[in-house]
C-alpha cells in the first residue's frame, strides 16, 4: 500500500540518529526494567519487567486499578518512575519528552480518547503528520512554496489514513460529532500518521460493540503488516486480548502475576483468581 510506503520513508529521514541500533543488540523494541511508579501511598506500578520484541502484537491485561494505565504512561514518557528505566530501540528515555518520544517512532492512543474535539477530522491526522514534516512552522508566514507544497502533501496523506480507517466520508466533520468507534479509529490514523515503529493502544476497543470490538482486532493485525509495526495493546475486552495478541502480561496491584501466549495466560490459576472477582469474567471469553 502506499502509505505503508511513506511511513517506511519517513522512518528512515529520522536524522538524529537514536532509531539506529548496534548490530549485537536483540531484537527487542521496548524494555521496562524494575519499574515502579508511586502516587503518594498508592504503588501503581511496582518492580515491572518487560521486554517487547519487534514485530509483535503484545497486551497488558489486569483488573480496574491494576496499574495498566500507569504503565503506559511510563512506557510513552508520560510518566518519569521513581525507579527503573525504559529502554526505546537501544535508547533509556528517561528524561525525554513524550514528543521527543513520539519523533523517535512511539505513538499512542488515551483510555479517554484525547482528539481535539472542535477540529475536523481531516486536521486531527494532519496534527499527526506534523510530526514528521521538514518546513518549520515559522516559515509559514513567509508564504514560501516549499512550506505549502508540505502542507499538501500532509493534506494528501491525511486523506489517504482517513480512508484507512474508513473515515473516508467524514473527513470535514468535527472529530467531537463522531460516534466513539469512530473516534477510537481516528486517534489510530493520528498515530499512524506519527510514522511510528511501535503503537501503544489504551483500550482501544472501550466503548465499542461486540461487532465493533471483532473489526477493531481484525484491523490491528493488518496495521501490523501494512505499517510493519509493533503494537502493544492494553485492553479489558478478553476475546480482543486472546484473538490479537501474541503475548500477554498480566498485572494486578501493580505487579505482574502472569505472561506467556493467550494459552497460558488463559490457563493460570492466578489470572482465573483476579478475573474471578470481576463480574461475567467468563462472558468475557477468559
Ligand atoms: N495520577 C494519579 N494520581 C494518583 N493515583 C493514581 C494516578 N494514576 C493512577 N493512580 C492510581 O494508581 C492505581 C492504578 O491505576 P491505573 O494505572 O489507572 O490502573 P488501570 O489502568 O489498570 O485501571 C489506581 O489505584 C489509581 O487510583
Ligand atoms: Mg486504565
Redesign the pocket.
Known amino acids: 500500500m502506499e502509505e505503508s510506503r511513506w511511513l517506511v520513508r519517513e522512518r528512515k529521514k529520522v536524522s538524529d540518529g537514536t532509531l539506529r541500533r548496534d548490530a549485537d543488540q536483540t531484537d527487542t523494541l521496548l524494555q521496562a526494567t524494575n519499574v515502579t511508579m508511586r502516587?503518594?501511598g498508592?504503588t501503581?506500578v511496582s518492580g515491572l519487567d518487560l521486554a517487547l520484541p519487534k514485530g509483535r502484537i503484545a497486551g497488558i491485561i489486569?483488573p480496574?486499578?491494576?496499574?495498566?494505565?500507569?504503565?503506559f504512561n511510563i512506557l510513552s514518557g508520560f510518566y518519569t518512575p521513581q525507579e527503573g528505566s525504559v529502554v526505546f530501540n537501544g535508547v533509556d528515555i528517561r528524561g525525554r519528552s513524550p514528543a521527543d518520544i513520539c519523533r523517535m517512532g512511539m505513538a499512542r492512543t488515551f483510555?479517554n480518547i484525547r482528539l481535539s474535539p472542535q477540529m475536523t477530522v481531516l486536521e486531527n491526522i494532519m496534527v499527526g503528520c506534523h510530526v514528521r514534516r521538514r518546513c518549520p512552522w515559522w516559515m509559514a508566514p513567509l508564504g514560501l512554496p516549499a512550506f505549502y507544497r508540505e502542507e499538501e502533501e500532509i493534506r494528501e496523506k491525511g486523506r489517504k489514513l482517513a480512508q484507512r480507517v474508513h473515515l473516508a466520508d467524514n473527513i470535514a466533520e468535527q472529530a467531537g460529532s463522531l460516534p466513539y468507534g469512530a473516534q477510537r479509529r481516528l486517534e489510530i490514523a493520528r498515530a499512524l500518521a506519527t510514522a511510528p515503529e511501535l503503537l501503544l493502544l489504551d483500550e482501544p476497543a472501550a466503548g465499542m460493540n461486540p461487532q465493533e470490538s471483532l473489526d477493531l482486532m481484525h484491523f490491528i493485525g493488518h496495521i501490523r503488516d501494512e505499517f510493519g509495526l509493533t503494537i502493544l495493546l492494553?485492553e479489558h475486552d478478553m476475546k480482543v486480548v486472546m484473538g490479537v495478541c501474541q503475548y500477554i502480561w498480566v498485572?494486578e496491584y501493580?505487579a505482574l502475576i502472569a505472561q506467556g501466549d493467550p494459552d497460558t495466560v488463559r490457563s493460570n490459576p492466578d489470572v482465573i483468581r483476579a478475573y474471578l472477582g470481576e463480574e461475567a469474567s467468563l462472558e468475557k471469553g477468559l
Request: charged share 5%.
Open positions: 502516587f503518594g498508592v501503581a489486569g480496574n486499578g491494576a496499574g495498566k494505565t500507569t504503565a483510555q492494553i498485572m501493580g
